[in-house]
């Protein structure tokens, strides 16, 4: 197996070869983590706190990371500040993966993209919230809540994203998920199928609805086919508007309810 530095030094000649004619040599700026040690890093790190989330997005280490491991909870990545002695324990954990040196160019590009991720994150966080927000408005004269909520079988534990009632035994269970290309589509419908059975299996009367946000309305009536199954009571599809979340939410609940006490 070739080691990491044999295959990046392919890659680069390979995309030198590719781009030859397009090719601009250019000055730029270089930080040598290779010459600082653990201690100088640290108090990079307490005085610049806005450089700790470029640094980690280098090293592929995420905020649940510094959880898991080192036990720093709820630590803001994007300028948060850390005391000496938590940035001493960062640098220790960081400073193995840091290359020995990265361009100030590329650096930024890193932080920029890992923004721009963020911000694709929040946005289908917050398209899920209007959903369980709208169900729980409209639900709200039949007396039903919606909230996150698990529930086990055979040893296993489920996430739904909305259920209700908010405490006890699961009656309605609800799935919503964005699917933004078209080739995971067919992951996703496995998912909800799985997910589906698995409830009903734990809870034999829930009834198991699901909220889509797949942006190719020729295809819809393909999903529905797939989520066909005799553990699924409704397929439903939202957009990010307003009005297509209200009326998702308006049909499920009207779906589900019918013929419930």
């Not at 983590?33 to 090293?59: G, H, Q, R, T, Y």
């Amino acid at each position: 197996m070739n080691s990491p530095e044999i295959d990046s030094m392919f890659v680069q000649r390979t995309l030198r070869e590719a781009f030859k004619e397009y090719l601009v040599a250019e000055v730029d700026e270089f930080i040598h983590f290779s010459d600082m040690d653990v201690f100088e890093l640290a108090e990079i790190l307490v005085n610049f706190p806005m450089v700790f989330k470029p640094l980690a997005c280098l090293c592929n280490i995420a905020g649940r990371a510094l959880e898991r491991d080192l036990g720093i909870k709820n630590l803001d990545t994007y300028g948060g500040s850390l005391n000496e002695d938590q940035a001493k324990v960062v640098a220790e954990y960081i400073k193995p993966f840091l290359p020995d040196r990265v361009s100030l160019t590329a650096l930024g590009h890193v932080d920029k993209v890992a923004f721009i991720d963020k911000e694709v994150r929040k946005l289908k966080g917050q398209w899920e919230k209007q959903i369980v927000e709208a169900l729980n408005r409209f639900g709200a004269g039949r007396q039903t809540k919606f909230k996150k909520r698990h529930f086990k079988v055979e040893g296993e534990e489920f996430e739904l994203d909305a259920a209700s009632p908010l405490t006890g035994d699961i009656r309605l269970g609800v799935d919503i998920k964005r699917v933004e290309a078209r080739r995971d589509i067919h992951k996703r419908c496995d998912e909800i199928v799985n997910k589906a059975a698995k409830l009903r299996g734990a809870l034999p009367a829930a009834k198991f609805a699901a909220v889509i946000y797949f942006p190719f309305p020729e295809d819809h009536s393909n999903v529905r086919d797939r989520l066909r199954s005799q553990f699924i009571d409704g397929v439903f599809f939202a957009s990010q508007t307003q009005g297509s979340i209200e009326s998702a939410a308006r049909l499920l609940l009207s779906t589900l309810l019918e013929g419930m006490k």
